[in-house]
């Protein structure tokens, strides 16, 4: 089992910028892949960034040069760092691990956190 606590979310301006946590417990972090998605209203889940185990990036295109997710072994922790951020990336931010499949479908992750909120205001 692993359980995931996000933080950082909030209200911000356009063009301003967050750094979202996810703190990791239970299963070896250091052991499993992680990610971020995005829910705005009346929209799907999208997948925002993916991290591997050894620390391989992904991006999706309409955050790709203005978001970076890294992780902290030593504390259990994924971040997503989030600049330039724009009123279109108002969503639930959630943050997921897999521990196996593939890091682009939804269905791999098979522990969520409960998602923070992100505002940003034009």
């Known amino acids: 089992q692993v359980q995931l606590v996000e933080s950082g979310g909030g209200l911000v301006q356009a063009g301003g910028s967050l750094r979202l946590s996810c703190a990791a417990s239970g299963r070896t972090f250091s052991n499993t892949a992680m990610a971020w998605f995005r829910q705005a209203p009346g929209k799907q889940r999208e997948l925002v960034a993916t991290?591997?185990?050894?620390?391989?990036?992904s991006y999706a295109d309409s955050v790709k040069g203005r978001f970076t997710i890294s992780r902290d072994n030593t504390k259990n922790t994924v971040y997503l760092q989030m600049n330039s951020l724009k009123p279109e990336d108002t969503a639930v931010y959630y943050c997921?691990?897999?521990?196996?499949?593939?890091?682009?479908?939804?269905?791999?992750?098979?522990?969520w956190g409960q998602g923070t909120q992100v505002t940003v205001s034009s």
């Open positions: 991290i591997t185990r050894s620390g391989t990036t």
């Open positions: 997921a691990a897999r521990t196996g499949g593939s890091a682009y479908y939804t269905s791999s992750y098979n522990y």
